[in-house]
């Protein structure tokens, strides 16, 4: 390792133990060094636009994003991902600790030939989440999971989530192989890869390039590809639905209570269903075609708020509800 790597070591792992710290440009022989030169041994993940690997530290462990491209990698998109992460300071956001954007000229083929030309390496260091994503977690109600750590990871993302909307940040990728799980099992959003920081008063824009995951796409982005908050509101009722039912789709709120009324904690029972419900019912509504219909992140916290002290909130719940919910 070089003297700036040597330096940028005891920096990034200053990094990592003071929370309060701010994200620092590191160097590539840094990154090399502590991933064993990105070795198939320290991969703990990959997706469509880069690789993840483990990077081991004196005093802990990171992640580290290594984007996919060489010649053609994007610098607008990475530049784009950097500038979210940096204003993405929530304990439900995946930390991030650092970047490194290095151009070398290296000869490359390009049709048979071999030319010299700038070959970009751009990688992204977050805390690392020992317990790797919410995808690999999810089940239906019979098993896995009780109802109290789903309850609190549908929290979390969803406070995760309105702080991004606050700061005028919209993920446009979120499902459950992009939110982390810490130790206890606290939710956090990652993989800013397709995010948009919008200005203070932006609230929507027009791309004519395809984004997010099928399935947590809304439905109108097919046909206007306009960039709003309500996509993420959609996204979010798609997870809360595999979260509650383990399986892709559309939630009924009858069935949902149905299979989660034998796994509940029985001292807790009431409580618990008037949390299922409500998070059914904020499911239903995030999915609505019609985006003017989807709540906003504020109203969705508001009501996770007051399911919190649910003993309390039972009867105004059941009171409201329609009849065709059966009481709890």
Same mark, same amino acid.
């Given at each position: 390792?070089?003297?700036q790597?040597?330096?940028?070591?005891?920096?990034?792992?200053?990094?990592?133990?003071?929370?309060?710290?701010e994200?620092?440009?590191?160097?590539?022989? $840094?990154?090399?060094?502590?991933?064993?030169?990105? @070795?198939? &041994? /320290?991969? =703990?993940? %990959?997706?469509?636009?880069?690789?993840?690997?483990?990077?081991?530290?004196?005093?802990?462990?990171?992640?580290?994003?290594?984007?996919?491209?060489?010649?053609?990698?994007?610098?607008?998109?990475?530049?784009?991902?950097?500038?979210?992460?940096?204003?993405?300071?929530?304990?439900?956001?995946?930390?991030f600790?650092?970047?490194?954007?290095?151009?070398?000229?290296?000869?490359?083929?390009?049709?048979?030939?071999?030319?010299?030309?700038?070959?970009?390496?751009?990688? $992204?260091c977050?805390?690392?989440?020992?317990?790797? @994503?919410? &995808? /690999?977690? =999810?089940? %239906?109600?019979?098993?896995?999971?009780?109802?109290?750590?789903r309850?609190?990871?549908?929290?979390?993302?969803?406070?995760?989530?309105?702080?991004?909307?606050?700061?005028?940040?919209?993920h446009?990728?979120?499902?459950?192989?992009?939110?982390?799980?810490?130790?206890?099992?606290?939710p956090?959003?990652?993989?800013?890869?397709?995010?948009?920081?919008?200005?203070?008063?932006?609230?929507?824009?027009?791309?004519?390039?395809?984004?997010?995951?099928?399935?947590y796409?809304?439905?109108?982005f097919?046909?206007?590809?306009?960039?709003?908050? /309500?996509?993420?509101i959609?996204s979010?009722?798609?997870?809360?639905?595999?979260?509650?039912?383990?399986?892709?789709?559309?939630?009924d709120?009858?069935?949902?209570?149905?299979?989660?009324?034998?796994?509940l904690?029985?001292?807790?029972?009431?409580?618990?269903?008037?949390?299922?419900?409500?998070?059914?019912?904020?499911?239903?509504?995030?999915?609505?075609?019609?985006?003017?219909?989807?709540?906003?992140?504020?109203?969705?916290?508001?009501?996770?708020?007051?399911?919190?002290?649910?003993?309390?909130?039972?009867?105004?719940?059941?009171?409201?509800?329609?009849?065709?919910?059966p009481?709890?």
């Open positions: 390792m070089d003297r790597a040597i330096a940028s070591k005891s920096e990034l792992e200053h990094i990592l133990l003071d929370e309060g710290a994200p620092k440009a590191l160097p590539l022989s $840094l990154l090399e060094h502590i991933t064993s030169s990105f @070795s198939a &041994d /320290k991969e =703990i993940g %990959d997706g469509g636009f880069a690789r993840v690997y483990k990077g081991v530290l004196d005093n802990g462990t990171v992640a580290v994003k290594k984007l996919f491209g060489t010649v053609d990698l994007d610098e607008k998109k990475f530049s784009e991902e950097v500038r979210c992460l940096m204003k993405a300071k929530h304990k439900n956001i995946v930390r600790l650092g970047y490194c954007s290095d151009t070398q000229g290296e000869m490359v083929d390009c049709e048979g030939k071999l030319v010299l030309a700038d070959v970009r390496k751009r990688l $992204l977050f805390e690392y989440l020992p317990k790797g @994503s919410l &995808d /690999k977690q =999810i089940t %239906d109600a019979s098993c896995g999971l009780e109802w109290s750590k309850y609190q990871i549908i929290s979390g993302i969803c406070d995760g989530l309105y702080y991004l909307h606050q700061n005028h940040i919209v446009l990728d979120l499902k459950p192989a992009n939110i982390l799980l810490h130790d206890n099992m606290m956090k959003i990652a993989d800013f890869g397709l995010s948009r920081c919008f200005d203070e008063k932006q609230s929507q824009t027009i791309t004519s390039n395809m984004l997010g995951t099928i399935g796409l809304a439905p109108e097919y046909a206007r590809r306009q960039i709003t908050f /309500k996509l993420d959609y979010l009722g798609m997870v809360i639905i595999e979260i509650l039912t383990g399986e892709k789709g559309y939630a709120i009858d069935n949902v209570l149905e299979r989660w009324r034998s796994r904690d029985k001292s807790q029972e009431d409580k618990q269903l008037v949390q299922v419900r409500v998070c059914t019912e904020i499911a239903i509504e995030c999915t609505d075609f019609n985006p003017a219909k989807r709540p906003d992140a504020h109203h969705i916290i508001d009501r996770l708020g007051a399911t919190r002290n649910a003993d309390e909130f039972a009867t105004e719940t059941e009171a409201n509800s329609s009849s065709s919910v009481k709890v």
